[in-house]
T-cell receptor, first 116, second 115 residues
Framework: AQKVTQAQTEISVVEKEDVTLDCVYE???????LFWYKQPPSGELVFLIRRNSFDEQNEISGRYSWNFQKSTSSFNFTITASQVVDSAVYFC?????????????FGKGTKLSVKP | DADVTQTPRNRITKTGKRIMLECSQTKGHDRMYWYRQDPGLGLQLIYY???????NKGEISDGYSVSRQAQAKFSLSLESAIPNQTALYFC??????????????FGEGSRLTVL
């Protein structure tokens, strides 16, 4: 069965520290998509990244980077030089069947607090 | 204007009342979803619809019903609200074709409190 595990419930760091949010997934499908969403205190869900199962290249976007490793079924998210505005709940999610099902399976989220 | 609009954004009601949460989208997507978010539990799928004539139960559909009135509208109903349905509800859309396959586009959420 498909499953997404975010083992870290809460993380607290001091501004400018680097922080990595872990995500481990389970799926029987060979074609799937992985996602990260950010939910700031205001409550909306903000899309951060989509990665398909055939593309294991790491991705960097400004202070954000993602490490996808199929061998360990992990899709970890690193924030470099964290800022207070990064404080949010971060969700990792999985879409099976190459996205044809559409609905995402979400992890329970990691609450990140960045203190000044 | 938001591409996915939910109304109401906040609602307080009493046990036993009927509540409807509405969702409309201007993205032209064929697929629509209702998710529920509880603290520490992430998002759980309530119902989803792949087109106007297609309705499917998600993992926590008990106590809820939906209606897909048109491609752009998908409403969620609680026939007789109970306190443990207090949560943040999200509507979402997706397009199974094109470059954004698999990605969900979320509304801003509807916070429901059942007293």
């Amino acid at each position: 069965a498909q499953k997404v595990t975010q083992a870290q419930t809460e993380i607290s760091v001091v501004e400018k520290e680097d922080v990595t949010l872990d995500c481990v997934y389970e799926t029987r499908d060979t074609t799937y998509y992985l996602f990260w969403y950010k939910q700031p205190p205001s409550g909306e869900l903000v899309f951060l990244i989509r990665r398909n199962s055939f593309d294991e290249q790491n991705e960097i976007s400004g202070r954000y980077s993602w490490n996808f490793q199929k061998s360990t079924s992990s899709f970890n998210f690193t924030i470099t030089a964290s800022q207070v505005v990064d404080s949010a709940v971060y969700f990792c999610a999985l879409s099976e069947y190459g996205g044809s099902q559409g609905n995402l399976i979400f992890g329970k989220g990691t609450k990140l607090s960045v203190k000044p | 204007d938001a591409d996915v609009t939910q109304t109401p954004r906040n609602r307080i009601t009493k046990t036993g009342k009927r509540i409807m949460l509405e969702c409309s989208q201007t993205k032209g997507h064929d697929r629509m979803y209702w998710y529920r978010q509880d603290p520490g539990l992430g998002l759980q799928l309530i119902y989803y619809s792949f087109d106007v004539k297609d309705i499917n139960k998600g993992e926590i559909s008990d106590g809820y019903s939906v209606s897909r009135q048109a491609q752009a509208k998908f409403s969620l109903s609680l026939e007789s609200a109970i306190p443990n349905q207090t949560a943040l509800y999200f509507c979402a859309t997706s397009d199974h074709r094109g470059p954004n396959t698999g990605e969900l586009f979320f509304g801003e959420g509807s916070r429901l409190t059942v007293l």
